[in-house]
């Protein structure tokens, strides 16, 4: 059941950046200008890593049962080089 919870909840959240994702793009077409549009990409740029934390960490704590916990920090240290990686 626990296990079930945990997997609504990261594709719930997925669900909800991507309807995110959306209406970001029907703003830039309502808009229609490249200064709007690129605003409203920058909002943009914290659901992302936000998006990719929250349900790596949900994952994690589902998966705690069977995972040491130095496997744990590999995988959040790996999402942290990620977010490293394309900060600009």
Same mark, same amino acid.
């Given at each position: 059941?626990?296990?079930?919870?945990? !997997?609504?909840?990261? =594709? &719930? #959240?997925?669900? %909800?950046?991507?309807?995110?994702?959306?209406?970001?793009?029907? /703003?830039? $077409?309502?808009?229609?200008?490249?200064?709007?549009? !690129?605003?409203?990409? =920058? &909002? #943009?740029?914290? %659901?992302?890593?936000?998006?990719?934390?929250?349900?790596?960490? /949900?994952? $994690?704590?589902?998966?705690?049962?069977?995972?040491?916990?130095?496997?744990?920090?590999?995988?959040?240290?790996?999402?942290?080089?990620?977010?490293?990686?394309?900060?600009?």
């Amino acid at each position: 059941m626990f296990k079930d919870s945990i !997997v609504n909840g990261m =594709a &719930g #959240l997925r669900f %909800v950046s991507g309807l995110i994702e959306v209406s970001a793009a029907l /703003l830039m $077409l309502y808009f229609g200008t490249v200064q709007k549009a !690129v605003m409203i990409n =920058a &909002g #943009l740029a914290l %659901v992302g890593p936000t998006v990719l934390i929250l349900v790596t960490t /949900l994952g $994690l704590i589902g998966m705690a049962d069977k995972l040491e916990f130095w496997r744990m920090l590999v995988v959040m240290g790996g999402v942290g080089l990620i977010l490293w990686g394309v900060r600009g």
